[in-house]
Every structure is written in C-alpha cells, then in structure tokens.
C-alpha cells in the first residue's frame, strides 16, 4: 500500500489562493510602475537627460529601476503627489466658486429670504418685492437701491 503525501498546493482552495497572491502583485506591480513614469515626469527639478536616464532604468531593468528610484527618490515622489493634490483641490474649489456665483453675489440667497419674509409680513407690496427682487437678481444690492431712492426721494412728508 502506497500512501501519498498532499502539498498545500494540491488543494484546490490553496491554488486559488495562490493565483489571487500573484494576480495581486502584478498589478501592484503596474500601478507602482506606471505611478513611478509619471513622478519622473512630473519632476521638475530633474534635468531631461536625468529623466531620461531614470526612464530607460526603469524599463530596461523594470524591477531593479523601479525600486532604486523609489529608494532614491521615494519621499519626493509623495511630496510631488500631495502637492499636485492640493493643487488639483484648489482649482476645482476655485471652479466651484466661480460656477456658483459666489464672489460676485456673496448674499443674494439670504436677500431673496429676507425680501420673502418682509412681504410674508405686509410690509411691502408684491409690485416693491419684484422690483426690489429684480435689483438684487441683477446684483444691485439693497444699499445700491437706498442710496438711489434716497438722492431721488427729495421731498419728505
């Protein structure tokens, strides 16, 4: 009688594993391949010859190049990747400001509310609430508004 001896490998459920370990580092692998050409790219203090070096180390010799350059150059290259960040996060804060119309017209919302709760109140008729809600709409503010019913409102009661 013969008795054979399992490898961990000959499980099928170990195989599995295995392929989903070397599947996984592949593509981590490509991701820090691809994130270390871009970094050489993005790096504005290396000279073109520099770059071009770093470059043809890393696809010559792709696993030594590439650790060698984030041994060499590893902490600049997340330098580099937080201020792009920051960057990219400023411009799309700037769109947004920009979109929303808030450096021009930093209170219309709280205009119209405060327009809406006056004539809710009575105190102003419908046909002053449009006007005095076309004014702000078009960006003249209520002070623009006093400031010309005062010079045009000569006489008193």
Do not use: C, N
Request: proline share 3%; aromatic share 14%; no cysteine.
């Amino acid at each position: 009688m013969v008795t054979q001896m399992y490898l961990a490998y000959d499980y099928p459920l170990m195989s599995a594993f295995w392929t989903m370990l070397w599947f996984f580092l592949w593509v981590m692998w490509f991701v820090l391949l691809f994130r270390v050409v871009v970094d050489i790219f993005r790096d504005d203090s290396m000279s073109g010859w520099a770059k071009a070096g770093w470059l043809v180390f890393a696809i010559v010799l792709p696993f030594i190049g590439v650790f060698a350059y984030v041994v060499a150059r590893g902490k600049d290259m997340g330098r580099r990747e937080a201020a792009q960040a920051r960057a990219q996060q400023e411009a799309f804060d700037a769109y947004i400001r920009e979109a929303a119309g808030a450096e021009g017209r930093p209170g219309t919302v709280d205009a119209l509310a405060k327009l809406s709760e006056i004539r809710s109140r009575g105190d102003i008729t419908d046909e002053e609430f449009r006007r005095a809600k076309e004014l702000v709409l078009t960006g003249h503010g209520p002070s623009d508004r006093s400031t010309s019913a005062g010079s045009t409102s000569t006489s008193g009661p």
